[in-house]
């Protein structure tokens, strides 16, 4: 099976106070996304491709609430907190944290954990407190990942090695990989690999020789779990990263990058064509 995941991080925020959006009102953003998309995903079969719409919070309920009856489009949310509530247990003392059971109650069906910047945050906040220990991230996220999965979720977990680390960069996987994932049910994860030294404007990314050593490494460390290209599926590189036999799919961002940079739906779906429908 193919996976097209859709981060929309906060793509959210209108122009007007710095952000991207400029496709639909706040309030109407998220159900905007999902009713201008889930009809044409109706061409591709559910048994063939999983589509995947991770939403800042604000909008989980109406992109759920806009999903047709046999709609192909998942809804996920950016990440839940380590701990959650329990039945004769903690009942809900979780201020400005988003639990996985909330997360399942609001409609999700899966969660994006270890993206770079929870990572770069996570790291930063250690730093604060004194914290030199370079696996405190790794456990931090396994315990997020475990009860994602506790909660009925699936999860898609990010690794990657920054530009320091490219020289170790088979350490550095095989850190993450090992520290996330222990003790955990893999058949509900899916690994993103994201070059964090190749993102960003002036970047050179990866070409498909590097794609393909970085998913057959990861693939054999974890007994061939499905690998998506996280360093950003788009319109340019879409048929190169469908050639790639070791990668299952892409994750979705930005889709225009001048001009009236930001997220298009129109845009995405072509991105979906062109990765999906090779000649």
Same mark, same amino acid.
Request: with cysteine; charged share 25%; proline share 4%.
């Given at each position: =099976? ?13 122009? %007007?106070?710095? &952000? ?9 953003? !998220? ?19 999983? #589509? @995947? =719409? ?25 990440? @839940? ?5 329990? %039945?004769?247990?903690? #009942? &809900? ?17 899966? @969660?994006?954990?270890?993206?770079? %910047? ?11 407190? &004194? ?8 456990? $931090? ?11 009925? $979720?699936? @999860? ?24 996330? $994932?222990?003790?955990?049910?893999? %058949? ?41 290209? &996280? !360093? ?14 070791? =990668? ?8 225009? #990058?001048? !001009? ?20």
């Amino acid at each position: =099976m193919k996976h097209i995941f859709l981060n929309l991080k906060r793509f959210d925020i209108p122009r %007007e106070y710095g &952000g991207v959006n400029g496709v639909a009102p706040m309030e109407e953003w !998220g159900s905007y996304i999902v009713q201008n998309t889930q009809e044409k995903l109706k061409a591709y079969g559910a048994e063939d491709v999983e #589509f @995947v =719409m991770y939403f800042p919070e604000a909008h989980l309920i109406p992109a759920v609430k806009a999903l047709c009856e046999d709609s192909p489009v998942k809804i996920g949310c950016q990440g @839940v907190y380590r701990d959650d509530t329990a %039945e004769n247990g903690n #009942f &809900g003392a979780f201020t400005t944290n988003r639990t996985a059971n909330a997360a399942k109650a609001m409609g999700c069906s899966s @969660v994006i954990i270890g993206h770079c %910047e929870e990572r770069k945050d996570k790291a930063g906040i250690l730093k604060e407190a &004194g914290v030199t220990d370079e696996g405190a991230v790794g456990r $931090l996220l396994n315990q997020e990942i475990k009860a994602a999965i506790q909660a009925g $979720l699936t @999860v898609i977990y990010c690794i990657g090695e920054t530009a320091g680390e490219q020289e170790q960069w088979q350490e550095v996987l095989k850190s993450q990989l090992e520290t996330g $994932l222990k003790d955990v049910d893999k %058949e509900k994860v899916v690994i993103a690999y994201e070059p964090i030294w190749a993102i960003g404007p002036g970047k050179t990314p990866p070409d498909e020789a590097y794609i393909t050593k970085i998913g057959s490494y990861i693939k054999e460390m974890t007994g061939g779990m499905d690998v998506v290209y &996280g !360093g950003g599926l788009k319109t340019d590189n879409a048929r190169m990263l469908a050639s790639v036999p070791v =990668m299952d799919g892409g994750l979705i961002a930005l889709t225009r #990058f001048q !001009g009236e940079i930001g997220f298009y739906p129109e845009e995405y779906l072509e991105i979906v064509r062109t990765y999906l429908e090779q000649d």
